[in-house]
């Protein structure tokens, strides 16, 4: 045996005593359902997307209902850009007039959408695994309300209401839909959901992902969900990242201003969806290969973990 057949031998074995390590954790997951919110930088790399599309097939296959809540807001503002339309936030939330509602629904439930689905079709072909492309607007998935904001003028010290627009709250998810793709015993389906709901009155309205994420998982009654971002995990007041936190503590760290910027909604996404039902919501780096199979199937997990207690 040459040295390139011994280490084929070797990874061979390896590859072998990680899956045999990683079966109580694959029990634990069986038949549950774990759902993600993908987005950030991943999504505008071809290579990246295709890796997570193939980890989502992967998860299915071993008997996890995955399903996939995406944004786009990277999209969305390289749309508006070449229309000439510009765009302003507030409290990391787009300002939404109509236009730009509905370039949002053309970026978000067209395009993005579309080709998340794409391509978890295309890395489950062999087995018939099937992205399904969906939008709150399907079956009366997502009902919203107007969101409403204030700000204190730092000079008279009035609060005033800002206006965003197209912009909403989730005040109710149905998850028929989902339940019934995600149960099915003859076909593989992956729901994957775009970030747009509608008002009574029928108004569309776009919504943060993070926001759609932990409404759909408190819907579903998820085992997990996971937040794909841009970071680690969550950073205490070392600069470590730290591993698991209950609620009490993720409050902690919004209210002492450890948690900054992008976090705090984070964290305030994972807060509301455990307290709607979902067993515990993980914040880890989705530009690592495989980070969903590291957190699931093996010990050490791959980001922070937040629960109830």
């Keep these: 045996m040459d040295e390139t057949e011994r280490q084929s031998g070797d990874r061979g074995w390896a590859t072998a005593k990680t899956l045999a390590e990683a079966l109580p954790y694959i ?3 069986d038949r549950e359902t774990v759902v993600i919110k993908y987005g950030g930088h991943a999504m505008g790399e071809s290579a990246v997307a295709k890796q997570f ?10 008997g996890v209902n995955p399903v996939v809540v995406h944004g786009g807001g990277p999209q969305i503002s390289a749309m508006l850009d070449k229309a000439g339309v510009k765009s302003s936030f507030v409290d ?19 395009a993005v959408n579309k080709e998340i689905a794409h391509w978890i079709t295309m890395a489950g072909k062999e087995a018939d695994v099937r992205g ?21 003028d730092p ?16 005040t109710r998810v149905d998850p028929k839909l989902i339940a019934g793709l995600i149960s099915s015993e003859t076909e593989d389906w992956v729901p994957v959901i775009a970030p747009i709901g509608v008002a009574e009155d029928g108004q569309t309205f776009n919504v943060n992902a993070d926001t759609v ?9 998820a085992k997990r969900m996971l937040l794909l971002t841009d970071v680690a995990g969550v950073k205490g007041a070392d600069g470590e990242i730290i591993r698991q936190m209950n609620v009490a503590e993720a409050r902690g760290l919004i209210a002492d201003g450890v948690a900054t910027g992008g976090m705090i909604p984070k964290l305030e996404t994972a807060i ?5 039902g979902v067993e515990a919501v993980v ?8 980070a969903m199979l590291v957190e699931l199937f093996t010990e050490h997990g791959a980001g922070t973990l937040v629960q109830a207690s």
């Design 27 to 29: 029990q634990i997951y």
């Design 53 to 62: 599309a193939a980890d989502v097939v992967l998860l299915k296959l071993m």
């Design 92 to 110: 990391g939330l787009r300002v939404t007039d109509a236009d730009t509602m509905q370039v949002a629904e053309m970026v978000l439930s067209g």
């Design 132 to 152: 399904v492309g969906l939008s709150g607007k399907d079956a009366g998935l997502l009902t919203v309300e107007k969101t409403r904001r204030t700000r204190r």
């Design 155 to 170: 000079d008279s010290m009035i609060e005033h209401e800002v206006d965003l627009g197209f912009v909403g709250e989730p």
């Design 213 to 221: 994420a932990g409404a759909v998982a408190g819907a579903l009654g």
């Design 272 to 276: 509301a969806a455990i307290e709607s």
């Design 283 to 290: 914040i880890l780096d989705g530009r690592r290969p495989h």
